[in-house]
């Protein structure tokens, strides 16, 4: 597989951002620019069952029913799972509700989805956009299979910055501290991490007016029927926060920053996250100055160009419409 079409494998919690970075996925996927060949499931903004129908749901309606889906682990490592149906929804697509899948009963091991991946592709991207559960699990009892990835991004961490679920930590490390610690313990500097932390992605914001010209591009395409139904959930919820009737679409910011799509900024640091604490419960911390004098273990995102991410999706929308 040569660079210029890289081979992307996704774990993710859909939930209302991660369906439209689904969709981008798809559309490259189908113009040839990218491989897609699996997708697994974290239990986070929903259960990782639900996850997983959702993006089956999602897949189908892009036209994708040959690429595998399978829900992940459904338990944090070591906390109770937490969802949020307030922010996604009561099944984590808003008002729109996932039909049972029809293509497949959805009974994949997802391990089996990374490790077959794995095997047949060489430099293969995996990006991250919930909680870091599957991966650090995976790290654990697949060492070696996870030490050959070509590239991990994750969207996850507050770093250095205010949270959005507590003073200190974003939803991702939030709901699985332990994960995503254990995840920058175990990866310096083998296999380097692209952190699309919130400070970055809060800024990709999607206004009525940005979705109203995506749906022009959209079509008559099946999504499209769902999509303004999925995105108004999305709006009240970050009304109600305060932030104004748009919404922030972090994890389809973080797979453009996966893909190169976009220009950004990073900073190669090294990245802590608490756990155990029970007041900074997933915080994240990039020691910026070198204060502890680690090896680094991460591509710190602290800048991107958001004007070229709005054009970006206007053409992966493109792309997934014409195909
Ligand atoms: C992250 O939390 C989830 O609710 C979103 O899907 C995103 O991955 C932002 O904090
Ligand atoms: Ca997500």
Known sequence: MTASRPVVLIDCDPGIDDCLA????????HAGEIELVGVTTTAGNVEADQTAANARWILDLCSL??????????????????????????TGLGYATAPA?????????WRQVWEEALAAHDDLQLIVTGPVTNLA??????????????????????????????PTAEWNFW?????????????APQVPTTL???EVTEQFLLTPQ??????????????????PDVLRFYFEFHQEQGEGYQAQIHDLLTCMIALGRINYKAAETTVAVEADSPLLRGTSVADLRNHWGRAHNARLVTAADIEAAHQE??????????H
Request: aromatic share 6%; charged share 15%.
């Open 210 to 227: 940005r979705l109203g010209e995506v749906m022009e591009l959209l079509g008559q395409h099946p999504a499209a029927e769902f999509l």
């Open 137 to 166: 699990a995976f790290e654990e009892t697949h060492s070696k299979a996870a030490a050959r990835f070509g590239a991990i991004t994750i969207m996850g961490g507050a770093v250095n910055y205010r949270g959005n679920t507590t």
């Open 65 to 90: 029913s040959q690429v595998p889906v399978a829900p992940g682990l459904p338990q944090p490592l070591k906390v109770e799972l937490t969802t949020t149906p307030e922010t996604h929804g009561p």
């Open 22 to 29: 689904l969709m981008y996925l798809a559309g490259l996927h």
């Open 175 to 187: 709901v699985d501290p332990h994960a995503a610690a254990q995840h920058f313990r175990s990866t």
């Open 313 to 322: 999706f206007a053409r992966g929308f493109t792309l997934l419409a014409s």
């Open 196 to 198: 699309c932390s919130l």
């Open 101 to 109: 899948p029809a293509t497949e009963p959805l009974h994949r091991d």
